[in-house]
């Protein structure tokens, strides 16, 4: 499942559908959007680019909620309802697992004490970033040294404008040098991994993470606990019966060398597979034996 204008970018898509075939599975791309479509006629509905949700999160999560009502929905409605939103990152946090620091605010704040503060909690910072609670692709996550505070604050309340809320972390300079770490799993079970350049330059250029920007790159012993450590309280907080199908969890060095989450994209997310060899295959096999033994298998 896709959206009108991100099936393009949907790297994964053609690789998915060809091993899906190739083991027999029935596949047809739909749109979210197309209110024509009977998802009830289908034993499933992965969510796979339905991207411009951004801007229509609560309209994306009612049609989550209507096709979660007609068939099996993939990740399960519960992952939608909780992982589009960052604020997960709090939730991770309460349960041990290392995260990227990170301070949300809303639009009943000050946005230049909010700022001011942080900075002050941080002097270890060099720079922050200002991002949205709710976003994708880079989309309006800005990078700020120190002595920008009154840009940061200006950000902040630009994306509090209209009730958004923000997150505030220090910026981790390690990316700049060695990117970060995307590792993706199927149930349960690491795959393969990428490395993402650094997105935000130090001019204030917000790149977009296309292929060019991601290498294949075997993930270390330490990045693959803390990715594990992720998926699994993500299933345990979400009270799920069974392990997440797929998941992608995005990690940065700290400024001690540690590993720590900086996303956890399990509802829709870019799973890399033309950077890990047999990977096509190996989610179609899992989505597979999920939809499970129905006499006419087919995921839209
Ligand atoms: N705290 C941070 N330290 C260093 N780089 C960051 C930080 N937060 C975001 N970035 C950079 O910005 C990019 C986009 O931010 P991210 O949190 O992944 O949001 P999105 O959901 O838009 O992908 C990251 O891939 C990374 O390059
Ligand atoms: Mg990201």
Same mark, same amino acid.
């Given at each position: 499942m896709t959206d009108t204008v991100n099936l393009a970018i949907d790297y994964d898509m053609p690789l998915l559908r060809e091993a899906c075939t190739t083991i027999g599975l029935t596949t047809e791309i739909c749109q979210w959007e197309d209110e024509e479509v009977d998802w009830s006629r289908f034993d499933a509905v992965l969510l796979r680019s339905p991207w411009n949700y &951004? @801007? =229509? %999160?609560? !309209?994306?999560?009612?049609?989550? *909620?209507?096709?979660?009502? $007609?068939?099996?929905?993939?990740?399960?409605? #519960?992952?939608?309802?909780?992982?589009? @939103?960052? $604020?997960? %990152? #709090?939730?991770?946090?309460a349960l041990g697992v290392?995260? &990227?620091? $990170? =301070?949300?605010?809303?639009?009943? *704040? @000050?946005? +230049?004490s909010v700022v001011r503060d942080f900075l002050a909690e941080h002097p270890e910072a060099t720079e922050i970033v200002v991002k949205p609670v709710v976003g994708a692709y880079s989309r309006e996550v800005q990078r700020f040294t120190r002595s920008m505070e009154t840009k940061a604050a200006g950000h902040m309340s630009r994306l509090c404008e209209e009730g958004g809320q923000v997150l505030l972390q220090p910026y981790f300079g390690s990316v700049d040098s060695n990117g970060e770490t995307d590792l993706v799993y199927f149930d349960r079970r690491y795959s393969h991994a990428i490395r993402k350049s650094a997105m935000l330059m130090p @001019?204030?250029? &917000?790149?977009?993470?296309?292929?060019?920007?991601?290498?294949?790159? /075997?993930?270390? !012993?330490? !990045? =693959? /606990? /803390?990715? $594990?450590? +992720? %998926?699994? +309280? #993500? #299933?345990?907080?979400?009270?799920?019966?069974?392990?997440?199908?797929?998941?992608r969890v995005d990690l940065i060095r700290d400024d001690n060398g540690k590993p720590v989450v900086l996303e956890l994209d399990i509802c829709e997310p870019s799973l890399n597979l033309p950077f890990g060899e047999g990977s096509?295959?190996?989610? +179609? !096999?899992?989505?597979? *034996? =999920? /939809?499970?033994?129905?006499s006419s298998r087919g995921v839209r």
């Open positions: &951004v @801007d =229509r %999160l609560s !309209e994306f999560l009612a049609w989550c *909620e209507r096709v979660d009502a $007609s068939t099996l929905l993939l990740n399960p409605l #519960a992952v939608a309802r909780w992982a589009l @939103d960052k $604020s997960y %990152l #709090a939730d991770l946090a290392p995260i &990227v620091p $990170s =301070r949300f605010a809303g639009p009943s *704040e @000050d946005p +230049a @001019d204030g250029t &917000v790149n977009v993470p296309t292929l060019e920007f991601r290498k294949a790159r /075997v993930a270390d !012993e330490s !990045e =693959r /606990v /803390v990715a $594990s450590a +992720a %998926l699994d +309280a #993500a #299933a345990s907080h979400l009270g799920l019966d069974r392990p997440l199908l797929y998941g096509a295959l190996r989610f +179609a !096999e899992v989505l597979a *034996e =999920r /939809v499970g033994g129905s």
